[in-house]
């Protein structure tokens, strides 16, 4: 563990309060706090920190990021929820009814940030065949689209090894509401999980809840397991952006009558054309259309 005037590099691998649990290069975890000045911390950010007296630490730095989840308010307020992430991995389920205009959201957002979302549909071990069917069909327009989409019953370990292998050795954040089995998944992908917040309660004396946690996957990736969101919006963006953010309507942009054609009410609109023809799938519009009125 290199060290220029002890000072360390680590990574953030858990978060309670006003405290962080930092990993350094050799494995060590150590409880720290951050300088005052410094900006929002989370999960995956790598931090150059300082060892301080009764085995605490202080954070005096954060590194580049690259790839960040950021969720915002109706006041425009960012929050970070993982820093330092390839892929979104975004879970629903049976129960609770899978909420596709949040699904939607985070996929959005994925696109503008630059990340590659990943979609999962938890507890399929709960469905009846008909169910299923219809689930599988509300669903195909996230392939359709290209996207990554798996279906598990993390309960018994289907379509784990298959997630796992997408993952790789990427570092990807979990993502969904509460209730949807995210601690089932990551008790799945990470059977040798422990619960890091647990080391934080011990030392403190009293039981905590963490934010969120960073686990060690076996292909040399990382996941973020992040709270349940009760809703998810995407930074604010110009409507050329929104409309990119679809990655089905971009053979069909440019090719409109109007160059600021807004794919409502214009006619001659090549993404209300391919809609007619079912080349766009019209739940996805109508997200579209939802995500516009919203911006």
Same mark, same amino acid.
């Given at each position: 563990?290199?060290?220029?005037?002890?000072? !360390?590099?680590?990574?953030?691998?858990?978060?309670?309060?006003?405290?962080?649990?930092? =990993?350094? @290069?050799? &494995?060590?975890?150590?409880?720290?706090?951050?300088?005052?000045?410094?900006?929002?911390?989370?999960?995956?950010?790598?931090?150059? /920190?300082?060892?301080?007296?009764?085995?605490?630490?202080?954070?005096?730095?954060?590194?580049?990021?690259? &790839?960040?989840?950021?969720? /915002?308010?109706? @006041?425009?307020?960012?929050?970070?929820?993982?820093?330092?992430?390839?892929?979104?991995?975004?879970?629903?389920? *049976? +129960? %609770? *009814?899978?909420?596709?205009?949040?699904?939607?959201?985070?996929?959005?957002? #994925?696109?503008?940030?630059?990340?590659?979302?990943?979609?999962?549909?938890?507890?399929?071990?709960?469905?009846? %065949?008909?169910?299923?069917?219809?689930? =599988?069909?509300?669903?195909?327009?996230?392939?359709? $689209?290209?996207? %990554?989409?798996? !279906?598990?019953?993390?309960?018994?370990?289907?379509?784990?090894? #298959?997630?796992?292998?997408?993952?790789?050795?990427?570092?990807?954040?979990?993502?969904?509401?509460?209730?949807? &089995?995210?601690?089932?998944?990551?008790?799945?992908?990470?059977?040798?999980?422990?619960?890091?917040?647990?080391?934080?309660?011990?030392?403190?004396?009293?039981?905590? @809840?963490?934010?969120? =946690?960073?686990?060690?996957?076996?292909?040399?990736?990382?996941?973020?397991?992040?709270?349940?969101?009760?809703?998810? +919006?995407?930074?604010?963006?110009?409507?050329?952006?929104?409309?990119?953010?679809?990655?089905?309507?971009?053979? /069909?942009?440019?090719?409109?009558?109007?160059?600021? #054609?807004?794919?409502?009410?214009?006619?001659? #609109?090549?993404?209300?054309? $391919?809609?007619?023809?079912?080349?766009?799938?019209? +739940?996805?519009?109508?997200?579209?259309?939802?995500?516009?009125?919203?911006?």
């Amino acid at each position: 563990m290199p060290a220029v005037e002890n000072i !360390y590099t680590g990574i953030v691998i858990a978060r309670h309060g006003k405290e962080y649990l930092v =990993e350094d @290069t050799q &494995g060590q975890r150590l409880r720290c706090i951050p300088r005052q000045q410094l900006a929002a911390i989370a999960c995956g950010d790598k931090v150059r /920190w300082q060892p301080q007296a009764q085995g605490y630490g202080t954070i005096l730095a954060l590194l580049p990021r690259q &790839g960040e989840l950021v969720t /915002w308010s109706k @006041t425009n307020t960012p929050k970070l929820l993982a820093a330092n992430i390839q892929q979104v991995i975004i879970v629903s389920a *049976a +129960q %609770p *009814a899978p909420q596709i205009d949040m699904i939607d959201r985070y996929v959005v957002g #994925c696109e503008i940030a630059a990340i590659k979302p990943v979609v999962v549909f938890n507890k399929v071990d709960l469905l009846t %065949p008909p169910q299923r069917s219809a689930i =599988e069909s509300g669903f195909a327009a996230y392939a359709d $689209a290209g996207y %990554p989409l798996f !279906y598990l019953s993390a309960h018994h370990g289907t379509g784990i090894a #298959c997630l796992l292998n997408q993952i790789g050795r990427d570092t990807v954040v979990l993502v969904g509401p509460s209730g949807v &089995g995210k601690s089932s998944v990551i008790r799945a992908l990470v059977p040798h999980a422990t619960t890091r917040v647990g080391e934080l309660s011990a030392q403190q004396g009293r039981h905590t @809840t963490s934010h969120s =946690e960073l686990y060690h996957l076996s292909t040399g990736g990382h996941i973020i397991d992040s709270p349940g969101v009760r809703s998810f +919006q995407f930074p604010p963006a110009s409507p050329a952006t929104l409309a990119q953010a679809f990655i089905e309507f971009r053979p /069909w942009l440019g090719q409109c009558r109007f160059q600021d #054609c807004s794919h409502v009410h214009e006619p001659d #609109c090549a993404i209300k054309a $391919a809609l007619s023809k079912q080349q766009i799938s019209a +739940q996805r519009y109508a997200s579209y259309l939802a995500m516009r009125a919203d911006q």
